[in-house]
């Protein structure tokens, strides 16, 4: 599985952004996918999290204001979208995609991809 982030720019406070993250490769073994971010000088938090099933998870800090989605074609994952809305300065952060593969009964792998760059200033 191959995940590439894009959409990434420099919105103002109170503004929107959509992300998105496209899937390739053996995409059927994906049983969930993330935005993760990592602000400056701070560790990797995870933001939100859909599951094949379509349930979702959310980081408390953005509950009410992100949203997770997907474009998801037959068994097989697509794109992710991460949808911002009523941004902070404190969502400044590189956004990475991840997504939970299964490799095998008993085993299963993270992928990331390279990153987007979301940047929340006046």
């Known amino acids: 599985v191959q995940l590439v982030e894009s959409g990434g720019d420099s919105v103002q406070p109170g503004g929107s952004l959509r992300i998105s993250c496209a899937a390739s490769g053996s995409t059927f073994r994906i049983n969930a996918m993330g935005w993760y971010r990592q602000a400056p000088g701070k560790g990797r938090e995870l933001v939100a999290r859909?599951?094949?099933?379509?349930?979702?998870?959310?980081?408390d800090s953005v509950k009410g204001r992100f949203t997770i989605f997907r474009d998801k074609a037959d068994n097989a994952w697509k794109t992710v979208f991460l949808e911002m809305n009523n941004q902070k300065t404190d969502d400044t952060a590189v956004y990475y995609c991840?997504?939970?593969?299964?490799?095998?009964?008993?085993?299963?792998?993270?992928?990331w991809g390279q990153g987007t760059l979301v940047t929340v200033s006046s």
């Open positions: 859909i599951r094949s099933g379509g349930s979702t998870d959310y980081a």
């Open positions: 991840n997504a939970n593969e299964v490799v095998s009964i008993e085993r299963s792998v993270e992928v």
